[in-house]
């Protein structure tokens, strides 16, 4: 079982910056997959950032150039560096984990999610 806290959001002004946390209860953090996922009010969650357990990333293309995910496997933690922010990227942000099994699907971990408020 993998429990998922995160922190950080807040209100910004556009063009400003945060940094999401999110720290993860689990002996197994190390082999797991990561995301950061966005949900705004009346849309669908989509991925904004992901970080496989080999370091490697992916961004959606609205992330790319502006956030920057990335893991501290000592502090079972994953971030999300968030720049240049834009009203656009107002939701709540939710960090997934997805853990491997043999022959068989992820089990896949979500976060309560963390609201970001970007507004002058």
């Known amino acids: 079982q993998v429990q998922l806290v995160e922190s950080g959001g807040g209100l910004v002004q556009p063009g400003g910056s945060l940094r999401l946390s999110c720290s993860a209860s689990?002996?197994?953090?190390?082999?797991?997959?990561l995301g950061w996922y966005r949900q705004a009010p009346g849309k669908q969650r989509e991925l904004v950032a992901t970080?496989?357990?080999?370091?490697?990333?992916d961004y959606a293309d609205s992330a790319k150039g502006r956030f920057t995910i990335s893991r501290d496997n000592a502090k079972n933690t994953v971030y999300l560096q968030m720049n240049n922010l834009e009203p656009e990227d107002t939701a709540v942000y939710h960090c997934?984990?997805?853990?491997?099994?043999?022959?068989?699907?992820?089990?896949?971990?979500w976060g309560q999610g963390t609201q970001v408020t970007v507004s002058s």
């Open positions: 997934n984990a997805r853990e491997p099994r043999i022959g068989a699907p992820w089990n896949d971990y």
């Open positions: 970080i496989a357990n080999t370091g490697n990333t």
């Open positions: 689990t002996n197994i953090f190390s082999i797991l997959a």
